[in-house]
């Protein structure tokens, strides 16, 4: 099974579905498409790279803490997430290593406000060929 996301339309937050082989896959397409929810991502080049590790838990709880410190970046640290990538999985951990630039630089290219990552619905589905998710986005 191939990696991947997509947007997909929602009453009044936004939302994606994601699709991974594997649990570590999974949050990183995730990752990803919260990404493309925030900004052109293209457009920008990283001015540095943060690490986010993110302690082992249940697989939908592991995946909302890793979507929810992307999200503090952009509230608290005031760094636009452009890019992400897979550094480890072990003992129900990730990390997830982030590319951002300061906000003021991503301004131009924002594409709206992400709040938080829900609850609604946030079940991992296992298909013969992987697993699937839809997370939806409070905005």
Known sequence: MQSGYHIIDHTADK????WA???GRLILEAARGLIALLVEADSLTP???????????EPELLLLDALSEILYLTEDEQLMPLDAELLETDAGGVTVEVGVVDM?????????LVKAVTYHDLDIE???SGLRIQVTFDT
Do not use: C, F
């Open 15 to 18: 939302a994606i579905e994601v």
């Open 21 to 23: 082989p594997d649990l």
């Open 47 to 57: 001015q540095r790279r943060i690490q986010i590790a993110v302690a082992p838990r």
């Open 104 to 112: 003021d630089v991503a301004a131009p290219y924002a594409l709206g």
């Open 126 to 128: 296992r298909t013969p």
